[in-house]
């Protein structure tokens, strides 16, 4: 893991050499850090070092940037321009893969994609749709009011997400009231990750119910 991130440190540093902007490696690394969700480059080594810990940054499946600890440091450090913010997260996403720029492109990317999947081969949400409309679910959409207990940077060993949803069926069956017509189900599911170092993310598995 120290090599992916002296190496997404090099390419920022490169990056903004070619932009007349002079950055210390010393200072690049604490600045990836905080992307990565931690107060400094000191603290990432020492719990990437600690062998208790049942998961490490270099486990995850998925990583998900902490872009407001990123512009903290980078103001701490007096370096905050909208364009080194980007150099920065462009360097990580570059040299790692399964990088997240923040949480918001992962839950509308990567969780709303996969919980719409798990939705809709639930068992007992096609049932349901198949005793309302007499065919099987075709489509879902999530509400996006993503629910989570904990901030995920802070968060220690697990994390967990959770959406409401409609599933709806085509409405042409015996037991339909209006043929033609589409017939919803609501349902929520969730999603639980372990987790790995600050930002990393397994996911463990996905719960649905239907309602």
């Known amino acids: 893991m120290t090599d992916f991130i002296k190496s997404a440190a090099f390419a920022a540093k490169k990056t903004l050499t070619l932009k007349a902007i002079k950055v210390q490696h010393g200072v690049a690394l604490e600045i990836i850090a905080a992307f990565l969700g931690y107060r400094t480059y000191a603290a990432l080594v020492i719990e990437e070092g600690d062998a208790s810990l049942k998961y490490h940054l270099s486990d995850a499946e998925f990583i998900v940037l902490d872009y407001e600890g990123g512009v903290s440091r980078l103001i701490e450090l007096e370096l905050l321009q909208a364009f080194i913010v980007q150099d920065f997260i462009d360097a990580i996403v ?4 399964g990088v997240f720029p923040d949480l918001s492109d992962f839950l509308n990317d990567y969780c709303d994609r996969q919980l719409q999947d798990v939705i809709l081969s639930d068992a007992d949400v096609i049932g349901m749709v198949e005793q309302a409309t ?16 904990d901030e995920l940077w802070t968060a220690v060993n697990t994390w967990q997400v959770s959406c409401y949803g409609t599933v709806d069926g085509l409405a ?12 919803d189900v609501r349902c929520r599911g969730w999603m639980h990750f372990a987790k790995a170092g600050r930002a990393g993310l397994l996911l463990e598995r996905s719960v649905v119910e239907p309602m």
Not at 173 to 182: H, K, L, T
């Open 172 to 183: 042409d069956g015996p037991s339909a009231d209006n043929d033609g017509e589409a017939v």
């Open 134 to 149: 007499g065919s099987e679910p075709f489509s879902v959409v999530l509400d996006g009011g993503w629910g989570r207990l």
């Open 94 to 97: 570059a040299c790692r893969d």
